[in-house]
C-alpha cells in the first residue's frame, strides 16, 4: 500500500491553464507539505499543513493555492500556469512539526511540464 | 551562506570503496539532520537520521555529526552501483513548523 500518494505522475499542459495536483497519506500524519525540485534538482519547500491547519506558507507566487479538506489530504491548484513552473511537485508527510524532528515521507512526484 | 550546503559533485567511487558526502549548515539551533537519498526520477528516500553528537550507524551507512563545526557528514562503506544516486542533506530550523532546508545534493556514482 502506498503511503503517500500524488496525481497525476504526469501532468503536461499550456501556458496559462489552471491544473490541480492532489496527495493523500495513509500513514495517519498530522502534517502534510508541498516541495517543488526545480530542473536543477534543487528541493525546497512551499506549504506546510498540520491538521488541515496552514503552518508554513513560503514566497510562492498566490497562483498557488494548496488546500486541505482533512489531514490525510493536501491538494495543490495552480492558476494561469507559466513556464517557469515547469518542475516536479513532491508531496510530502510526518507524524507532526514540532521542532522538525520527524522524518517526513515523500510521495512519487508530479513531473509538470508546460508548453 | 547557503543555510544548507554540499559539495555538488559528481563523486565517484570504485565498487567496495567508502563513499563520503559531507554537509555543512549555517543555523546553530538545528538540532536533528536527515539524509535522503533520491535515484534518478524517484522521490526521496530517508535512509539516516541522526540527532546528537558523534557517529549513528546502520548498517553499511554511517552518519556523523559534529555541531561544534556545524557539520554532518554520511558514510556509505562497501559502496555497491546500487547506491549510486543523489543524496540530500536536509536541516530543520528551530522553531520552523516542520520545515527542511535541504541541501542542493551530491550526486554519486559507484562504478564497477
Known amino acids: ?115 | 551562506q547557503k543555510e544548507v550546503e554540499q559539495n555538488s559533485g559528481p563523486l565517484s567511487v570504485p565498487e567496495g570503496a567508502i563513499a563520503s558526502l559531507n554537509c555543512t549548515y549555517s543555523d546553530r539551533g538545528s538540532q536533528s539532520f536527515f539524509w535522503y537519498r533520491q535515484y534518478s526520477g524517484k522521490s526521496p528516500e530517508l535512509i539516516m537520521f541522526i540527532y546528537s553528537n558523534g557517529d549513528k550507524e546502520d548498517g553499511r551507512f554511517t552518519a556523523q555529526l559534529n555541531k561544534a563545526s556545524q557539520y554532518v557528514s554520511l558514510l556509505i562503506r562497501d559502496s555497491q552501483p546500487s547506491d549510486s544516486a543523489t543524496y540530500l542533506c536536509a536541516v530543520p530550523g528551530g522553531t520552523s513548523y516542520g520545515k527542511l532546508t535541504f541541501g542542493q545534493g551530491t550526486i554519486l556514482t559507484v562504478h564497477p
Not at chain 1, 501556458?15 to 508541498?34: A, F, R, V
Not at chain 1, 510562492?60 to 515547469?86: C, Q
Request: with cysteine; hydrophobic share 30%.
Open chain 1, 1 to 115: 500500500d502506498t503511503a503517500v500518494s500524488q496525481t497525476p505522475k504526469y501532468l503536461v499542459t499550456q501556458m496559462g491553464n489552471d491544473k490541480s495536483i492532489k496527495c493523500e497519506q495513509n500513514l495517519g500524519h498530522d502534517t502534510m507539505y508541498w516541495y517543488k525540485q526545480d530542473s536543477k534538482k534543487f528541493l525546497k519547500i512551499m506549504f506546510s499543513y498540520n491538521n488541515k491547519e496552514l503552518i508554513i506558507n513560503e514566497t510562492v507566487p498566490n497562483r498557488f493555492s494548496p488546500k486541505s479538506p482533512d489531514k490525510a489530504h493536501l491538494n495543490l491548484h495552480i492558476n494561469s500556469l507559466e513556464l517557469g513552473d515547469s518542475a516536479v511537485y513532491f508531496c510530502a508527510s510526518s507524524q507532526d512539526y514540532g521542532t522538525g524532528e520527524q522524518p517526513q515521507h515523500f510521495g512519487d512526484g508530479t513531473r509538470l511540464s508546460i508548453l
